[in-house]
């Protein structure tokens, strides 16, 4: 159907909008077809927990169709966040988001029961369904049929073949999608197609009934409700609105139990996994011959005991050296770039503030950030390969060994993990983990994964204090990231010991099939996560680096100004040879702008906090650096581009790395030592800078308890080590 037709198909109805909610299981290819029908560039990843948010978005053309991208869950048992998500918005219980005129359930044809668990659940619910078996070149390559019309008899929903990737199948999809949502007849109730024992059955008709009265369901979805009332935990909170009908359910699980003497749970699932067996052996020709697949010949060694943390070692390596190697080039021509527009500026603009403001804080800040990007986009890149190729489940899955002595869930491995790219995404991907104080204790610890924001700080004290080679400095980073995993898992274990005290978590985890990565795909999601950086950079940051402008320039002493302008009067009649009085120039505006700098506001909060950070090797400067980095890590770069008024830059190094290495403590000394950049870096990976952050975990744990926790202990966390550093290092010598 081209889009001319649908859209006289809908021509009638124009104005009102169908909202089809899309659904499926973690790696199933859901996201992938969402994009595809879209148009939109999701994220596109290859292990469990990659939607933990619901998106949306408008079909292809002219079309009134809303598709809205739920999490991918196993089941509609509300047990995390993800399931109760998508079971509110399925049921219309969602104050945000109207219930769906029609779902698009999408199934990995290559676990075909294991995904109609979901979808018979939603069918059950009674919205006009369709259903996209999604990956079936996969399913022919491993030699196996499947009977689309006989699936789509069984089930009473439309079954459309699709490969996301290729885009194939998507034509279908849409008209079966436009067809559901402009059938005027509602969809008559359908019986359910299994059954329970008799008493079972007997309380689905007595909850069923009761969920109608309450005008929580209507007669299609009234038993599906039911059902998955039954099969979650019934217990009721205070104040909660439906704690009458959680009553009910609660009753009537304990009655079953005494009657069957099993968990209504197990008979729910059992029973429906019993069918759901039948209509796949009904459907599912399998191929004969059993060959050892390509994926178990690889996670022979992949996920070896031993090989398979060998190769996970090199790939983290590889990593972190690429980040540098690589990078290197690109950031030379960034780095000219921006000098070439700090000339531009200075040639064009006449003398006075706004010079000022535009050379030595807009584009001085900004762009001393904004020369890290190559490396920000080398991380992500390297990530979303990972991602893609299925590799990222069997590092979680080497990795639970060692996260279980820690007390945190297998789980955890990928949020811990996706924050190392920043925070944020890693918070929110915590809601995968169903146990609430699994679920929080990674929510407290990812921060202190070395996160994108913290790269810049590294590189830039790196620079400036310890020249080494590549291999070198990929070690520095490399032992700079270890630190933060190996606090996090200590801290981890004390949560776990202490405040969040409870039972060792078990861990299951799908291992997706390894595939080769989709180039274009991989290119944007690193875009997409390297954009975020960008936005950042051109919003918070540049209004965060105008106002550190203002707090380093005023209040602009007149006597400080008189006192160099008439010294510059001086040197400029006094010193007779033209190469002389430049350099003696630039040498005096120098000390005129750290002299400003120091009578600032901004100087005058860094004096202040200057005896409580000397300990550990800082100045009143980097007093200075710390307050700015409070709004975000990475504007400690940016702001000592505005101490240190940084000029223009060259091919070999920055100017503010220049003058990094030329600052001074009063007596002489020099200030950014090896010992105190180490002592500063220390502090950078342990202490909770990001205000964004905060506000998520504010949003996630649904208190303001937790945030304060964070910020505290982080921030004791990363005054003691970095004192412990300094300290120990200058009484070895140092």
Same mark, same amino acid.
């Given at each position: 159907?081209?889009?001319?037709?649908?859209?006289?198909?809908?021509?009638?109805?124009?104005?009102?909008?169908?909202?089809?909610?899309?659904?499926?299981? $973690?790696?199933?290819?859901?996201?992938?077809?969402?994009?595809?029908?879209?148009?939109?560039?999701?994220?596109?990843?290859?292990? $469990?927990?990659?939607?933990?948010?619901?998106?949306?978005?408008?079909?292809?053309?002219?079309?009134?169709?809303?598709?809205?991208?739920?999490?991918?869950?196993?089941?509609?048992?509300?047990?995390?966040?993800?399931?109760?998500?998508?079971?509110?918005?399925?049921?219309?219980?969602?104050?945000?988001?109207?219930?769906?005129?029609?779902?698009?359930?999408?199934?990995?044809?290559?676990?075909?029961?294991?995904?109609?668990?979901?979808?018979?659940?939603?069918?059950?619910?009674?919205?006009?369904?369709?259903?996209?078996?999604?990956?079936?070149?996969?399913?022919?390559?491993?030699?196996?049929?499947?009977?689309?019309?006989?699936?789509?008899?069984?089930?009473?929903?439309?079954?459309?073949?699709?490969?996301?990737?290729?885009?194939?199948?998507?034509?279908?999809?849409?008209?079966?999608?436009?067809?559901?949502?402009?059938?005027?007849?509602?969809?008559?109730?359908?019986?359910?197609?299994?059954?329970?024992?008799?008493?079972?059955?007997?309380?689905?008709?007595?909850?069923?009934?009761?969920?109608?009265?309450?005008?929580?369901?209507?007669?299609?979805?009234?038993?599906?409700?039911?059902?998955?009332?039954?099969?979650?935990?019934?217990?009721?909170?205070?104040?909660?609105?439906?704690?009458?009908?959680?009553?009910?359910?609660?009753?009537?699980?304990?009655?079953?139990?005494?009657?069957?003497?099993?968990?209504?749970?197990?008979?729910?699932?059992?029973?429906?996994?019993?069918?759901?067996?039948?209509?796949?052996?009904?459907?599912?020709?399998?191929?004969?011959?059993?060959?050892?697949?390509?994926?178990?010949?690889?996670?022979?060694?992949?996920?070896?005991?031993?090989?398979?943390?060998?190769?996970?070692?090199?790939?983290?390596?590889?990593?972190?050296?690429?980040?540098?190697?690589?990078?290197?080039?690109?950031?030379?021509?960034?780095?000219?770039?921006?000098?070439?527009?700090?000339?531009?500026?200075?040639?064009?603009?006449?003398?006075?503030?706004?010079?000022?403001?535009?050379?030595?804080?807009?584009?001085?800040?900004?762009?001393?950030?904004?020369?890290?990007?190559?490396?920000?986009?080398?991380?992500?890149?390297?990530?979303?390969?990972?991602?893609?190729?299925?590799?990222?489940?069997?590092?979680?899955?080497?990795?639970?060994?060692?996260?279980?002595?820690?007390?945190?869930?297998?789980?955890?491995?990928?949020?811990?993990?996706?924050?190392?790219?920043?925070?944020?995404?890693?918070?929110?991907?915590?809601?995968?983990?169903?146990?609430?104080?699994?679920?929080?204790?990674?929510?407290?610890?990812?921060?202190?994964?070395?996160?994108?924001?913290?790269?810049?700080?590294?590189?830039?004290?790196?620079?400036?204090?310890?020249?080494?080679?590549?291999?070198?400095?990929?070690?520095?980073?490399?032992?700079?990231?270890?630190?933060?995993?190996?606090?996090?898992?200590?801290?981890?274990?004390?949560?776990?010991?202490?405040?969040?005290?409870?039972?060792?978590?078990?861990?299951?985890?799908?291992?997706?099939?390894?595939?080769?990565?989709?180039?274009?795909?991989?290119?944007?999601?690193?875009?997409?996560?390297?954009?975020?950086?960008?936005?950042?950079?051109?919003?918070?940051?540049?209004?965060?680096?105008?106002?550190?402008?203002?707090?380093?320039?005023?209040?602009?002493?007149?006597?400080?100004?008189?006192?160099?302008?008439?010294?510059?009067?001086?040197?400029?009649?006094?010193?007779?040879?033209?190469?002389?009085?430049?350099?003696?120039?630039?040498?005096?505006?120098?000390?005129?702008?750290?002299?400003?700098?120091?009578?600032?506001?901004?100087?005058?909060?860094?004096?202040?906090?200057?005896?409580?950070?000397?300990?550990?090797?800082?100045?009143?400067?980097?007093?200075?650096?710390?307050?700015?980095?409070?709004?975000?890590?990475?504007?400690?770069?940016?702001?000592?581009?505005?101490?240190?008024?940084?000029?223009?830059?060259?091919?070999?190094?920055?100017?503010?790395?220049?003058?990094?290495?030329?600052?001074?403590?009063?007596?002489?000394?020099?200030?950014?030592?090896?010992?105190?950049?180490?002592?500063?870096?220390?502090?950078?990976?342990?202490?909770?800078?990001?205000?964004?952050?905060?506000?998520?975990?504010?949003?996630?744990?649904?208190?303001?308890?937790?945030?304060?926790?964070?910020?505290?202990?982080?921030?004791?966390?990363?005054?003691?080590?970095?004192?412990?550093?300094?300290?120990?290092?200058?009484?070895?010598?140092?």
């Amino acid at each position: 159907m081209t889009d001319s037709q649908a859209a006289a198909r809908f021509a009638p109805c124009h104005q009102r909008v169908f909202h089809v909610a899309v659904a499926g299981n $973690p790696n199933c290819g859901k996201t992938t077809l969402f994009n595809a029908l879209t148009g939109l560039r999701h994220k596109v990843g290859n292990y $469990p927990g990659v939607t933990v948010e619901k998106r949306e978005a408008n079909l292809f053309g002219d079309s009134p169709i809303r598709l809205l991208d739920l999490p991918g869950i196993y089941s509609l048992s509300a047990r995390s966040p993800d399931e109760a998500i998508s079971q509110d918005i399925l049921l219309g219980r969602a104050a945000d988001t109207p219930r769906p005129d029609a779902v698009l359930l999408v199934a990995d044809a290559t676990a075909l029961e294991r995904n109609l668990f979901l979808a018979s659940q939603i069918i059950e619910l009674g919205l006009p369904t369709v259903l996209a078996c999604n990956m079936m070149d996969l399913l022919k390559q491993a030699g196996h049929q499947l009977d689309l019309d006989k699936l789509s008899s069984r089930l009473g929903v439309p079954v459309i073949p699709t490969i996301g990737p290729r885009g194939q199948g998507m034509n279908a999809v849409r008209e079966s999608l436009e067809a559901a949502c402009l059938s005027d007849a509602p969809s008559p109730p359908r019986r359910r197609a299994w059954t329970l024992s008799e008493s079972a059955e007997r309380e689905v008709r007595q909850i069923a009934a009761l969920v109608r009265e309450r005008g929580y369901a209507d007669e299609r979805s009234a038993d599906g409700a039911a059902l998955l009332l039954l099969s979650e935990d019934s217990k009721a909170g205070d104040g909660d609105p439906e704690a009458p009908l959680r009553l009910a359910v609660h009753e009537a699980q304990e009655r079953l139990a005494r009657e069957c003497g099993e968990d209504v749970t197990f008979e729910l699932t059992a029973r429906r996994y019993a069918w759901l067996r039948e209509i796949v052996d009904d459907c599912l020709n399998r191929s004969v011959e059993q060959k050892r697949s390509m994926n178990d010949r690889i996670d022979q060694v992949l996920t070896h005991r031993v090989w398979g943390k060998l190769c996970f070692a090199l790939v983290m390596g590889a990593l972190f050296y690429g980040v540098f190697a690589l990078a290197e080039p690109l950031m030379g021509y960034i780095q000219e770039g921006i000098g070439w527009l700090q000339n531009q500026i200075t040639a064009k603009v006449s003398p006075g503030l706004l010079r000022d403001l535009l050379r030595d804080g807009v584009v001085a800040g900004v762009g001393a950030v904004v020369a890290f990007f190559p490396q920000i986009c080398i991380l992500f890149l390297f990530l979303a390969l990972l991602e893609d190729s299925g590799y990222m489940a069997r590092a979680a899955f080497l990795m639970n060994r060692l996260m279980s002595r820690v007390g945190l869930h297998g789980k955890s491995f990928i949020p811990l993990l996706s924050s190392h790219a920043c925070a944020i995404p890693g918070i929110l991907a915590a809601r995968t983990i169903e146990n609430p104080r699994d679920r929080l204790t990674t929510i407290l610890v990812a921060p202190l994964m070395s996160c994108s924001a913290r790269l810049p700080v590294y590189t830039l004290l790196i620079a400036a204090a310890l020249p080494l080679g590549a291999t070198a400095k990929a070690g520095v980073m490399f032992t700079m990231y270890g630190l933060g995993i190996v606090t996090a898992f200590v801290v981890a274990r004390v949560l776990k010991g202490t405040l969040l005290r409870g039972p060792a978590p078990g861990f299951i985890i799908e291992l997706p099939p390894y595939r080769l990565p989709h180039l274009r795909s991989v290119l944007w999601v690193m875009w997409d996560r390297s954009k975020l950086f960008l936005t950042r950079a051109g919003t918070i940051i540049l209004a965060m680096t105008i106002l550190l402008w203002f707090m380093t320039t005023f209040p602009r002493s007149k006597e400080i100004a008189q006192r160099y302008k008439a010294e510059r009067e001086r040197l400029t009649t006094t010193i007779v040879d033209e190469v002389e009085r430049t350099d003696q120039l630039a040498e005096l505006a120098q000390r005129a702008s750290a002299d400003f700098i120091r009578h600032s506001l901004a100087g005058r909060l860094g004096l202040l906090m200057e005896p409580a950070i000397r300990p550990l090797g800082f100045n009143w400067e980097i007093g200075i650096g710390l307050i700015g980095s409070f709004a975000a890590r990475e504007m400690f770069v940016s702001t000592m581009g505005i101490v240190y008024s940084v000029g223009d830059t060259d091919e070999v190094s920055t100017p503010l790395i220049e003058q990094m290495r030329a600052a001074r403590w009063p007596d002489g000394r020099l200030l950014y030592t090896p010992l105190v950049a180490v002592s500063l870096m220390v502090f950078y990976v342990l202490a909770c800078q990001c205000l964004s952050t905060v506000a998520v975990v504010r949003q996630e744990t649904n208190s303001w308890r937790w945030p304060i926790f964070l910020i505290a202990y982080m921030t004791g966390l990363a005054y003691t080590a970095s004192l412990l550093v300094y300290q120990v290092g200058r009484a070895m010598g140092f």
